[in-house]
């Protein structure tokens, strides 16, 4: 699934004109499948229409595209896209002053956004792990999946959801049979205390043998 997901964002990408980033992601499907022989064909693809699509374009055009493209995943926080436009500018027009004092601010916006998340993904964590010390479990429950939202591929907090529906479920099997054992036991005092001893026994027996330690 995450081949073909890749696979399709890479022909998106390249529909475009956006030859840097679907090599990027046809390289990234590559990694997920290596026997497959489809990404490097259009890897190829990708690099020989950059090629024409560089012949066809004036050097200030391309720059002024790349720029543009730039500034768009810069102002939407996509901090990797503006870093490859801004570079792909710099390509264009090496030296030009304005791309590389985005293309610096778009690497430090990078690092602020990364340190920001591991922040805040670490403070979600803690109080998460600590609702759940508590047996706090459903407030655990929200806390892992809000730091999923930071990182969603952390294994940590899928494994502790997982846990803590395993832990929920079995505490709601065990209060179905404590209240059917509490049930059992009162409806054969109930028949004892009116000497019906016959029916008695038989709710005895039922709640003996839902829990035969309380015997």
């Known amino acids: 699934q995450q081949y073909a997901e890749l696979m399709k964002k890479g022909d998106k990408e390249l529909n475009t004109d956006d030859f840097d980033k679907s090599i990027s992601t046809f390289e990234a499907a590559k990694i997920v499948l290596p026997t497959e022989t489809l990404p490097d064909e259009k890897i190829a ?51 030009d002053a304005e791309a590389e004092k985005m293309l610096e601010k778009a690497k430090k916006e990078k690092i602020a956004a990364a340190a920001f998340i591991d922040e805040q993904y670490a403070l979600i964590i803690k109080a998460a792990d600590g609702n759940f010390d508590e047996k706090k479990l459903k407030d655990a429950r929200d806390l892992y999946t809000r730091a999923l939202k930071f990182k969603k591929e ?52 039922k709640a003996s043998d839902l829990k035969p330690e309380q015997e």
């Open 45 to 95: 693809e990708a690099r020989r229409r950059k090629e024409e699509y560089l012949k066809n374009k004036g050097a200030e055009a391309l720059y002024k595209e790349f720029m543009n493209k730039g500034m768009n995943d810069y102002n939407a926080t996509q901090f990797d896209g503006a870093i490859t436009n801004f570079e792909g500018a710099l390509n264009a027009k090496p030296g």
């Open 154 to 205: 952390e294994i940590y907090p899928k494994d502790q959801i997982a846990k803590i529906d395993k832990m929920l479920i079995d505490a709601n099997a065990g209060n179905v049979e404590t209240n059917n054992y509490n049930g059992y036991i009162t409806q054969g005092n109930n028949n004892f205390n009116t000497e019906n001893y016959k029916k008695a026994r038989e709710y005895f027996v």
